[in-house]
C-alpha cells in the first residue's frame, strides 16, 4: 500500500517529463570527467533533486495518512457487488477467535454511520447489556460489523471487537430506507457475510442494532436444544416448528455445521431467482420448497413472550430477554421508542423483587413507532425533504 501511495506522490512519467524540458545553461555537449557530457550530468542532478524534493514532500503525507486511519482499516474486507462474493482477509479471523465464547459463539451486528453516532441506536443498543438481566458479559463475545469508516471509528471508540466491512462503490454511511436499492445490498450482503462466518467454523447469534438486549437467553435456556437455525418472528403463532410462522432476519441463532453452511448458500443463490426481494421475503419462499426440505435443517421460531418487538411485544417483563425497534419507520421515530422501552424496563429493574414477580404491566410502546407510520422508502428527493424538515 505504502509504494501505491508513493508512487501517486512521485508519478515516474511525470517526473521524467519534467527533467526533460528542464532549460540547460550550456547548450554544448562538453565531455564530463566521467566521459559522459555536462547535458547528462545535469540530467541526472536534476532527477536526483527531484526525487528528493518528492520523498520530503510525500514521506511526511503517507505518516499523517498512516496516523489518521487506524491500522486495522488498511485491511478491510471488501464485498465486490460485481462478483457477489467476499474476500475475507485475516483481521476477521482475529476478531472473531478473541470474542468467541468456548463453544465458538459470537454474537453478531452490523452498524453503519446513522446508528453510530452518539446517542443514536448503538449507543441505546449497548445500554441495553448494562441494565440488563446476566447481559453485561455478552459484550465480551460481541463482534460489531462496521459498514463504512465512521461507523468503524466510532466502535473503536467504545468497544473492543470492532471489523470493517465495505462494499464497493456502495455507501452505506446514511439510514438505508426499507427496500430501497442499498437496503436490499445490505440485507443480501449480511447474509453472505453470516455464511462465511459459519464456513469459518463459528455460531452465531445475529442481532440488528435495534434490538435491546433485557436477559440473557443463554442463561435463561430460551433457545432451543439440537436446532440448526433458530429465528425470531414478527408475529408468532404458537408452534415454533411451524413453517407459517413470520420469520425476522434481524435475530438469529446458527450452529456451524454442513447444513446450515448448505442452507445459506442456498439462502443466498436464491436472491437471483426473485430479484427486488428482501431476505426475509425470500425465506418466506424458499422455506416451503422442496429443495430447502431436502437440506435437512432443523428450523425453529423463537416465541415472541421471549424474543418480542414492535410488531408484536412481549408482555410479560419477567421473561422477556429482546425487543425488537421492527415494525417501525424512521430513525427518530425509531429512537423514542427504544428510549421508551429502556425506561420501562428501567422502572421494572428498580421494583422490590416481589413486587417484579407480580408485576401485570407491559411496554408503554409503541408510541411513534406502528404500523401506520410504516411505508416503503421514500425517493432521493422526498428523502432529502423529510431531512430538511
Same mark, same amino acid.
Given at each position: ?5 508513493? =508512487?501517486?506522490? +512521485? ?8 527533467? *526533460?524540458?528542464?532549460? $540547460? ?15 547528462? $550530468? ?25 496516523? $489518521? ?31 468467541? $465464547? ?11 454511520? !446513522? ?12 445500554? =441495553? ?14 463482534? +460489531? ?7 468503524? #471509528?466510532?466502535?473503536?471508540? +467504545? ?13 452505506? =454511511? *446514511? ?5 430501497? !436499492? ?28 435495534? +434490538? ?57 443463490? !436464491? ?81 422490590? *423483587?416481589?413486587?417484579?414477580? =407480580? ?27 423529510? #431531512?430538511?424538515?
Amino acid at each position: 500500500m505504502y509504494k501505491k501511495i508513493l =508512487s501517486t506522490v +512521485i508519478p515516474p512519467s511525470s517526473t521524467a517529463a519534467s527533467t *526533460e524540458t528542464l532549460p $540547460m545553461k550550456t547548450t554544448t555537449d562538453s565531455p564530463s570527467p566521467s566521459g559522459g557530457s555536462y547535458t547528462d $550530468m545535469f540530467r541526472r542532478r536534476n532527477l536526483t533533486i527531484t526525487l528528493l524534493v518528492g520523498v520530503v514532500i510525500g514521506l511526511p503525507c503517507l505518516i499523517y495518512f498512516n496516523d $489518521m486511519i487506524p491500522s486495522q482499516l488498511l485491511s478491510l474486507s471488501f464485498y465486490d457487488s460485481s462478483s457477489n462474493s467476499i474476500k475475507v482477509d485475516a483481521r476477521l479471523k482475529e476478531v472473531l477467535e478473541k470474542a468467541a $465464547m468456548k463453544d465458538k459463539t459470537v454474537i453478531l451486528t452490523t452498524l453503519n454511520e !446513522a446508528w453510530a453516532t452518539p446517542n443514536s441506536v448503538f449507543d441505546l443498543f449497548l445500554e =441495553s447489556f448494562r441494565i440488563g438481566e446476566r447481559t453485561q458479559n455478552l459484550t465480551s463475545n460481541l463482534v +460489531i460489523i462496521a459498514l463504512d469508516g465512521k461507523a468503524y #471509528k466510532r466502535c473503536m471508540e +467504545i468497544h473492543p471487537h470492532c471489523y470493517a466491512l465495505t462494499t464497493s462503490g456502495i455507501d452505506f =454511511s *446514511e439510514e438505508a430506507y426499507f427496500m430501497s !436499492a442499498d437496503y436490499l445490498v445490505m440485507m443480501w450482503r449480511r447474509i453472505d457475510f453470516l455464511r462465511t462466518v459459519l464456513e469459518m467454523g463459528y455460531n452465531f447469534v445475529f442481532t440488528d442494532a435495534d +434490538i435491546m438486549w433485557f436477559r440473557n437467553p443463554f442463561d435463561f435456556n430460551r433457545f432451543y436444544n439440537g436446532s440448526d437455525f433458530q429465528i425470531a418472528c414478527d408475529w408468532y403463532n404458537g408452534n415454533s416448528r411451524d413453517v407459517n410462522n413470520s420469520p425476522n432476519g434481524g435475530f438469529t441463532y446458527v450452529r456451524s455445521n454442513e447444513r446450515t453452511k448448505k442452507f445459506y448458500k442456498y439462502w443466498y443463490e !436464491a436472491r437471483q431467482s426473485h430479484p427486488g426481494k428482501h431476505d426475509q421475503d425470500v425465506l418466506n419462499i424458499i422455506k416451503h420448497k422442496r429443495s430447502f426440505r431436502n437440506i435437512g435443517l432443523k428450523i425453529r421460531f423463537l416465541n415472541t413472550a421471549y424474543f418480542g418487538g414492535l410488531c408484536e411485544p412481549s408482555r410479560n417483563l419477567n421473561e422477556v430477554c429482546t425487543m425488537h425497534a421492527n415494525c417501525c419507520f424512521g430513525l427518530d421515530n425509531k429512537l423514542n421508542d427504544l428510549n421508551v422501552m429502556l425506561n420501562d424496563w428501567r422502572r421494572f429493574m428498580a421494583l422490590p *423483587e416481589d413486587s417484579k414477580k =407480580s408485576w401485570k404491566k407491559s411496554w408503554n410502546v409503541p408510541q411513534n413507532c406502528s404500523l401506520g407510520n410504516f411505508h416503503p422508502h421514500p425517493s432521493k428527493k422526498d428523502a432529502k425533504q423529510e #431531512k430538511i424538515v
